[in-house]
């Protein structure tokens, strides 16, 4: 069960690092999604903060498994 819980971690990791980054450095096809989304730069890039300390909440988490 530990393996899997670490496969499915890596993986929310690895999404949730790169859209989290995407969102605070503010590149251009996210600037369009929040512009889509009718949010402003400032709060989307708060989005990819939250992103970014979830997956520093999974990489803490791994350090107890």
């Not at 993986?11 to 995407?22: D, E, K």
């Not at 949010?39 to 903060?49: D, E, F, P, Q, T």
């Not at 997956?55 to 350090?63: N, T």
């Amino acid at each position: 069960m530990t393996a899997a819980i670490a496969v499915i971690a890596f993986v929310l990791m690895a999404i949730l690092g790169s859209l989290g980054a995407a969102k605070v450095a503010a590149v251009p096809a996210m600037r369009a999604a929040a512009a889509h989304a009718r949010l402003g730069v400032s709060a989307y890039r708060l989005i990819g903060v939250a992103e970014l300390a979830a997956v520093a909440g999974l990489l803490l988490g791994g350090v107890t498994l």
